[in-house]
């Protein structure tokens, strides 16, 4: 996978998980925990992502 392929999946990962969280908020769903873990998750994935796509910017041997 190249760093613009796990750029564009990691992307749409994060964009989804942004709106399930929002979705699932408004119902009172997710106690106060679950919301803080899934919002750290979300920066997880922002960080690695930008770690990734900095350091193999024309490579195919991006880590899944």
């Known amino acids: 996978?190249?760093?613009?392929?796990?750029?564009?999946?990691?992307t749409q990962l994060f964009n989804d998980m942004r709106v399930w969280i929002a979705e699932a908020s408004k119902?009172?769903?997710?106690s106060a925990s679950?919301?803080?873990m899934l919002n750290a998750s979300v920066k997880i994935v922002e960080r690695v992502t930008l770690k990734e796509v900095e350091e193999k910017p024309g490579t195919s041997n991006v880590t899944r």
């Open 27 to 30: 119902d009172s769903a997710l």
């Open 1 to 10: 996978m190249t760093a613009q392929e796990f750029l564009k999946i990691s």
């Open 34 to 36: 679950d919301l803080a």
